[in-house]
């Protein structure tokens, strides 16, 4: 139970959503998600999302499939907000200014680097994690 595991935090094991595509064979995507129900597996959880099993011309199926994508990224930005909250809870104890641009340099160094191996638009990834970025500095400095 999670509550043996865990002891009186509740905390919930990882749970990691696997993506495998048909249009890269071989290769997989894993990332992590928050949960929202509880677990009593003592293991980490693993959702698998195969694409293979969505027949190409079935759009409804490809449209559900992008919709549980969409769940889980705004699952994912809602866990990477909290985070923030906690970090600039941290920074303001400190007297902390909100942004490090050396940080948030080696943060867009490695994201572009993560496109370019999965052959994702670099311009893409700009785009979306400066907005994320812009939007996390001022939920940072409402904490």
Do not use: C
């Amino acid at each position: 139970m999670v509550s043996e595991r865990y002891g009186n935090q509740k905390k919930r094991p990882n749970v990691y959503v696997i993506l495998v595509s048909e249009a890269h064979p071989g290769s997989y995507y894993r990332f992590w998600t928050p949960i929202k129900s509880e677990w009593t597996s003592q293991n980490d959880a693993f959702i698998i999302m195969n694409t293979k099993k969505v027949k190409s011309e079935d759009i409804d199926g490809w449209r559900k499939q992008l919709d549980k994508i969409d769940d889980q990224i705004i699952d994912l930005l809602a866990a990477r907000m909290v985070s923030i909250a906690h970090i600039g809870k941290y920074k303001k104890e400190r007297n902390i200014q909100p942004l490090d641009p050396k940080r948030w340099k080696q943060v867009m160094e490695k994201r572009l680097a993560m496109a370019k191996k999965h052959k994702l638009s670099e311009d893409m990834i700009r785009d979306i994690y400066e907005t994320i970025h812009h939007h996390a500095l001022l939920h940072e400095e409402k904490v």
